[in-house]
């Protein structure tokens, strides 16, 4: 019968589960209910094992979807060559001095001679 016809008719397989005498697990796969008998009659007949089940098994729908996720890959980011100043134009100043302006509530760097805002913006 062929997988189709099966679902079609909603007929169900029958497993048999048994174990050998070397203690492994073995398993046969039955068309209908009178297979799996007949099988569990030629393992205690011809082979001797009597530990045997026998299990109805039912198809359970599933449905299968295709899922794809991008992702985006991060740019290296790009080489950044140091700037070599010669020693001739660097200016030695030493650290900024801040000076409050209480008429505008400014900062003042008084090395640099600028004017910063409240949040240190120009």
């Known amino acids: 019968m062929a ?4 679902r079609e008719l909603s007929v169900p397989m029958h497993m048999v589960v048994y174990r050998t005498d070397d203690g492994e697990a073995g398993y046969y796969q039955a068309e209908d209910l009178e297979h799996a008998v007949e099988f569990v009659e030629h393992l205690l007949n011809d082979e001797m094992i009597s530990d045997s089940l026998i299990y109805r098994m039912e198809e359970v729908p599933i449905e299968i979807r295709s899922y794809y996720r991008v992702e985006l890959g991060r740019p ?23 000076a409050m302006d209480e008429r505008s509530g400014e900062a003042e760097i008084a090395a640099a001679g600028r004017r910063l805002g409240l949040f240190g913006t120009g």
């Open 3 to 6: 997988v189709q016809d099966r």
């Open 76 to 98: 290296k980011p790009p080489a950044i060559e140091p700037i070599r100043v010669p020693p001739s134009e660097t200016s030695v100043l030493g650290p900024p001095t801040w």
